[in-house]
């Protein structure tokens, strides 16, 4: 029997990564644990560069916004998810799911683009250390983060846009913890193709463009580096961007992973699997790589819970 269109608003549930309930429960103290540790870890850090008079830079202040976006981003699945499971039930609603796709997407633009800036921030710095105070000045830094968010914004509105104009079953069971778009298409009992095609414009685009910004900004950054004579002035302009080639290179990683996943294998939960690694996982590991690779931002650190441990 072919499944029949619902005239009026569907029923979405979220499957999850599993039904056995011993398994869930695991979840729930995983998820729950790595959750905590994102929150806090990024609020660390924005609370250190905030009190720190001495990390009120560029770089800095792209970065306290990177970790407010990875905060945002895991917001979007994880509570949602962790409130399923401990409620037994897997409803979501129609306007929620829209709505977690629509922000899912908006802060999955905007890290995209703030390493990006970052990226050029490190280029400015290395390539034209003369130069730097003058190249990122407090008004193009603004500018540049304000491009960034206007961007992510506007970027992810076609998309959402676009699925308003499907029509599903009366109940649509979605194999993932979360409404990922490219999921809920597959499941449309409506032609996809336009929201397919918008689906590859924007991630063509908004992915291009992007990592095309920070190869180049790489590949300039090793060319200046490759003329300094000294080996302890090579290390000294590789340390600065270290912290971030690392994030860079965990954030396309598990994209890639994704993307891959999705396309050479049947099943959707290698997908599923992957996207826990750039939905969860990377927003987690962003505060411990720049914590533990970066001198000034351990000594910030050091100084804000020192003060939060004195404070009467």
């Known amino acids: 029997m072919e499944p029949e269109n619902h005239t009026g608003i569907p029923e ?8 056995n309930p ?23 850090i924005i609370l250190a560069i905030v009190s720190d008079p001495k990390l009120h830079t560029p770089m800095y202040l792209f970065l306290s916004n990177l970790s407010f976006s990875d905060v945002c981003f895991t917001s979007t699945t994880v509570p949602k998810m962790l409130l399923n499971i401990q409620t037994q039930s897997k409803r979501i609603t129609y306007v929620g799911c829209i709505t977690q796709m629509y922000f899912f ?35 193009l830094c603004s500018q540049l983060l304000l491009l960034a968010w206007l961007i992510s914004i506007l970027g992810a509105l076609p998309e959402s846009l676009t699925a308003l104009r499907l029509s599903f079953c009366a ?8 409404c990922e778009l490219p999921e809920v298409l597959k499941l449309a009992c409506s032609d996809t193709f336009i929201n397919n095609v918008v689906l590859y414009i924007v991630t063509g ?8 910004g920070i190869l180049f900004s790489y590949s300039q950054i090793v060319t200046s580096v490759l003329q300094i004579s000294t080996a302890g002035g090579k290390y000294k302009a590789f340390s600065t961007c270290g912290s971030h080639l690392s ?10 992973g994704v993307y891959l996943s999705s396309t050479w294998t049947q099943g959707s939960w290698a997908g599923v699997f992957a996207s826990v690694l750039y939905t969860v996982v990377t927003p ?20 804000l819970l020192y003060n939060l441990s004195s404070s009467p």
Request: contains cysteine.
């Open 205 to 212: 685009i908004m992915g291009f463009f992007p990592l095309a």
């Open 247 to 256: 994030v860079v290179s965990l954030f396309y990683g598990t994209c890639l």
């Open 105 to 139: 997407t908006v802060f999955g633009l905007l890290d995209n683009l703030l390493l990006t800036v970052m990226a050029y921030d490190r280029f400015v710095a290395i390539c034209h250390p003369l130069h730097y105070t003058v190249l990122m000045s407090p008004k």
């Open 284 to 303: 987690m590991m962003n505060p411990f790589i720049y914590s533990l690779r970066n001198r000034d931002m351990k000594r910030a650190l050091n100084m």
């Open 171 to 178: 109940v649509v069971e979605i194999p993932h913890y979360f």
């Open 12 to 19: 979405f549930y979220l499957l999850g990564l599993s039904e």
């Open 22 to 44: 011993e398994i869930q429960s695991a979840l729930f103290g995983l998820f729950l644990s790595l959750y905590l540790v994102t929150i806090f870890g990024n609020l660390l």
